[in-house]
């Protein structure tokens, strides 16, 4: 567990690295060494699967101009298509958090108050096609954040700010020149405007607020606020969700000049090492910490439930193994072939290793290079003859270059799984090899340790 205290600025706060946590037990660790000793704040958490630099902790709505830019009508488009969700009187805030759930670019940073889903979240890539990016350092971040800076979901600033998204892209500017000198007048016909859409969700707001009585809402705009939500679905309740809310500086586009400074008082960040995350996932779960938990949706719950009981525990189990073998090896592999069903990784030696997603492994000899007259279509279709005996029709890395395994001598044939502790020269003694082949060995243990390394 290492400690380096790196410091960088986001929104106007420093934010401290304490460590690299290698183990649960060294994060757990390490989320006690800034444990909340006071009674004024309160502690949320944030996981994010790489460090995005000056990115990180930006909502995607800020990721991309277009869509900062046309904010109301990305809102009102997602509303206009899903009328039966929303019936008149949901909050604009509520309409946030469900678009932000389907992945729609909102003013929202999904926070969490337990150290756990923030590590989980860390580790899992769930908008990825990957259940884990084990070639990125996740980041686990800590807030320390004023109590009386948390609003709740109704209060009148979070209806403000949250409302600052139906608003067009000019809001709060001067219509003359573009700028934000705005006198008080033109302020509260601003506010005028925006309080006449609010009245859908509060409708006796505007009759209860004066232009002297939204004076003192003005500063609020400039602020990013913590929002505790209503529990309005299943994953905001599991996994313990809050929300950073930004309001705007001045204009919509400058959300850069915003600062966390009102509302929280410090932040952390704890470094998760890539190559752990598949084993952090492990211990996870065995806390009740995970897919299935995390994401209660029915596509999410069912994927779980197959990866119990299916033949594989991770959906990228072969690409994993292959890309190990692929970053070690560039230069002695000739050919890769992957489909659902299977991998096979030829080398400059004759030797290929075949992957199955049922984790059986087996090692061939006596490939064949062909040279075929046109490009063949990376396929191929397996074809077990005997015990020893195994045949692949042609594959094609997608040059001219064939292989063609269909006279092929099977060495040895495996399953990690059941023989995760094996040593290698059990694996070749079960199949009357005297000797690994030479050159397959470093290879096979890069295999083995790839394997550890994923389930």
């Not at 060494?33 to 944030?46: A, E, I, P, V």
């Not at 598949?278 to 779960?285: D, G, V, Y």
Request: glycine residues 6%; hydrophobic residues 35%; contains cysteine.
């Amino acid at each position: 567990m290492g400690k380096n205290n790196e410091q960088k600025e986001i929104f106007g706060k420093q934010i401290t690295n304490i460590g690299t946590a290698n183990t649960l037990e060294e994060f757990i660790s390490l989320i006690r060494s800034k444990g909340n000793d006071s009674n004024d704040t309160t502690l949320f958490f944030r996981g994010e699967t790489k460090d995005y630099g000056s990115t990180a902790l930006l909502p995607q709505l800020f990721r991309v101009e277009g869509w900062l830019k046309n904010e109301h009508e990305l809102l009102n488009d997602y509303v206009a298509k899903f009328p039966d969700m929303f019936p008149k009187g949901t909050s604009t805030f509520e309409i946030m958090v469900y678009a932000d759930h389907y992945g729609l670019p909102v003013r929202l940073l999904d926070i969490t108050s337990s150290a756990f889903t923030g590590l989980f979240m860390a580790c899992f890539n769930y908008k990825g096609q990957e259940e884990t990016s084990p070639e990125n350092d996740g980041m686990v971040y800590i807030f320390k954040v004023k109590n009386d800076k948390i609003k709740n979901w109704n209060s009148d600033t979070v209806t403000l700010l949250s409302n600052v998204a139906r608003m067009e892209s000019n809001f709060l500017t001067n219509e003359k020149d573009g700028s934000t000198n705005l006198t008080e007048k033109e302020w509260w016909l601003w506010m005028k405007k925006m309080m006449h859409i609010i009245k859908d969700e509060k409708p006796d707001f505007y009759y209860m607020h004066s232009e002297s009585e939204m004076s003192k809402y003005k500063e609020d705009f400039n602020h990013i606020v913590c929002v505790r939500p209503k529990m309005i679905n299943s994953r905001i309740l599991n996994q313990k969700g809050a929300y950073f809310l930004f309001g705007i500086n001045g204009k919509k586009s400058d959300y850069n000049e915003l600062s966390f400074e009102e509302t929280v008082v410090e932040i952390y960040s704890i470094t998760i090492p890539g190559k752990h995350k598949p084993e952090f996932l492990k211990q996870l779960a065995n806390c009740g910490c995970d897919k299935m938990t995390m994401f209660p949706d029915m596509e999410n719950v069912c994927d779980a439930i197959k990866s119990n009981y299916g033949s594989y525990k991770r959906k990228t189990f072969i690409k994993y193994l292959v890309n190990e073998l692929k970053s070690k090896y560039p230069k002695d592999i000739t050919a890769i072939q992957i489909d659902e069903t299977m991998a096979v990784v030829s080398f400059k030696d004759d030797n290929a290793i075949v992957i199955y997603k049922n984790h059986e492994v087996k090692v061939i000899q006596g490939f064949r290079k062909m040279f075929a007259k046109e490009k063949i279509p990376l396929t191929f279709q397996t074809i077990e003859t005997t015990d020893k005996g195994y045949g692949i029709t042609l594959i094609s890395d997608g040059t001219e270059n064939a292989l063609d395994l269909g006279e092929t001598k099977v060495l040895a044939s495996f399953n990690l799984y059941k023989n995760e502790d094996e040593s290698l020269d059990s694996f070749f003694n079960a199949n009357g090899i005297a000797k690994c082949p030479d050159g397959l060995e470093d290879k096979l243990n890069t295999l083995l340790s790839a394997y550890k390394n994923i389930l």
